[in-house]
């Protein structure tokens, strides 16, 4: 016969389970959703210990899985008065985990486009600059730095929505729901 702890037990794995899988939907990989759904609902910071111990995973693999989560700013590194062991705690309020994986996804992709654009820009003034040139070359050059402006544009409108989403003017827009 169940009782009641191992039922609670159950819808909470149950929420962990749908947490790793929103993770995953979200581009996340399902260890970061894991980890993110443990801290969750143990409602406590966490060492990596004990969530080594709670996954099975190596405490290698566990500070690996951490670090990432810290980078996308949906976890950090609390400290506890009296306590030696670095503990982690993830943020306890869904919108803000879903602005801080995507924006941090968003400004990844906007810092490679900027090298992208540097490097071929360059590339296209190098170009711009040979003696050689047929006209057909020079076209095909101002297109390519067209296209390159769109890009530009582009990435500068993604990093305009990424600043929507931090500023939090986004729930201006579209509130949450209270209850």
Request: aromatic share 10%; net charge negative.
């Amino acid at each position: 016969m169940v009782n009641n702890t191992e039922r609670i037990d159950d819808v909470r794995t149950q929420f962990i389970e749908k947490i790793t899988d929103n993770m995953d939907a979200f581009g996340a990989p399902k260890s970061v959703g894991l980890i993110l759904g443990i801290i969750y609902m143990n409602r406590e910071p966490m060492t990596l210990d004990e969530l080594s111990a709670e996954t099975g995973m190596s405490k290698t693999r566990m500070s690996q899985v951490v670090r990432e989560m810290i980078d996308m700013n949906i976890t950090e590194r609390v400290f506890k008065k009296g306590f030696r062991k670095d503990l982690y705690q993830v943020e306890e309020d869904y919108y803000q985990t879903f602005i801080s994986l995507f924006t941090s996804t968003w400004q990844k992709a906007i810092n490679r486009s900027r090298h992208f654009e540097q490097r071929l820009k360059r590339k296209l003034d190098e170009l711009k600059e040979q003696p050689d040139l047929t006209e057909e070359d020079e076209q095909a050059i101002n297109n390519l730095l067209a296209e390159l402006h769109e890009w530009k544009e582009y990435y500068d409108w993604i990093r305009r929505v990424a600043e929507f989403f931090e500023s939090g003017e986004i729930f201006e827009h579209v509130p949450k729901k209270r209850r």
